[in-house]
């Protein structure tokens, strides 16, 4: 787990979700937890088993989708000696070493049908017999179980056990992603930030610029606040002028005029040829626009904004990358009360 990332927010989504984790801390019962990648489903899933009566028992974690299928069952509920080709001595399972603990499973949509039988039965009996054994084991094991994936839709194609959702659905924590949680963008900006910048010991902390701050806003955050952090440390670390707020920020990191060309297939290429090539639809809903001139002014202005950032305010620079002079541009900054910080 990621012990440098902590709770932050403040918006109502998130903290209902905190909220509900910590009151269901205490129960024995297991716990599902449901959201997009980089929501903090880890955290969670650690704030369970730390509030809980268990807290100093072991938590031990096991990522379904990072085993191929065929040694999942193995590191679930372990082995004997001989059990299969290359098992040279006995092993105890993850539910063995989380005894009298909890036992986290993350990407649980992922686990094969036959292990899922399995669990059923080391959640329904508190058992389990290692592969190549006759004789099971008791274990004490709370169960938390991490998902990004639609588990009542992969039941009803057949895809997961319902039986087993229902003993895991006990209560269900479902994490907002970042897109939704109002305030909680910029928080968690400048929470990232200033840890990034003493890292890299700068004698203060300048803040982002006004176009970078309402860029962030505005971007959906797939990654949510995995994605975040990484895109504010790298702007931080980019940033060479700590007395002026960072001004630039680059959301893809493999975004670059000299990103290679993908080879494609010969008929690949026909039927891409064949194709009418079509430019993307502008970003803007037009049917918004009420004044013409109050929004091409501000598509300008974050137009200047932007190149101001990415060439550190430096304005010589500026106008030579939008194709203006000096004076032309010095003309768009006071048009625009755009000043030495954007």
């Known amino acids: 787990m990621d012990r440098e990332v902590q709770f932050i927010g403040q918006s109502g989504a998130f903290l209902d979700a905190v909220e509900r984790a910590s009151r269901a801390a205490p129960m024995r019962r297991p716990v599902l937890v449901i959201g997009e990648r980089g929501t903090g489903k880890e955290l969670i899933a650690e704030r369970l088993h730390r509030l809980s009566t268990r807290w100093q028992e072991p938590l031990v974690t096991m990522n379904c989708a990072a085993l191929p299928e065929t040694l999942i069952e193995a590191e679930l509920f372990g082995h004997e000696a001989g ?40 959640v329904e009996y508190g058992e389990v017999t290692r592969i190549g054994s006759s004789k099971p084991v008791r274990v004490d094991v709370r169960i938390v179980a991490a998902t990004n994936e639609d588990l009542p839709k992969l039941a009803d194609q057949g895809r997961f056990r319902a039986d087993l959702l229902d003993r895991l659905s006990f209560e269900v924590i479902t994490l907002p992603p970042l897109r939704v949680r109002e305030g909680d963008i910029a928080v968690l900006a400048d929470y990232f930030g200033r840890r990034m910048a003493a890292e890299l010991h700068w004698d203060s902390w300048p803040g982002f610029a006004g176009s970078v701050q309402r860029a962030m806003e505005e971007y959906l955050w797939p990654g949510n606040v995995r994605e975040l952090r990484n895109v504010v440390e790298r702007a931080v670390y980019r940033w060479d002028d700590w007395s002026q707020p960072i001004g630039h920020v680059q959301f893809d990191p493999f975004e670059s005029p000299w990103k290679p060309v993908i080879s494609m297939r010969p008929e690949a290429m026909e039927s891409d040829a064949a194709t009418p090539v079509r430019s993307a639809p502008p970003s803007t809903d037009f049917d918004t626009v009420a004044d013409l001139r109050a929004a091409v002014d501000a598509h300008e202005r974050a137009i200047v904004e932007h190149h101001l950032g990415r060439n550190r305010y430096n304005q010589r620079q500026t106008a030579k990358a939008l194709g203006l002079t000096y004076d032309q541009l010095r003309h768009c900054l006071k048009k625009h009360g755009l000043g030495e910080k954007a």
């Open 83 to 122: 059990a299969f080709t290359g098992a040279t001595r006995a092993r105890t399972g993850r539910f063995e070493e989380a005894d009298k603990g909890t036992l986290f499973l993350d990407e649980l949509g992922t686990l094969s049908m036959g292990a899922q039988e399995r669990l059923l039965r080391a």
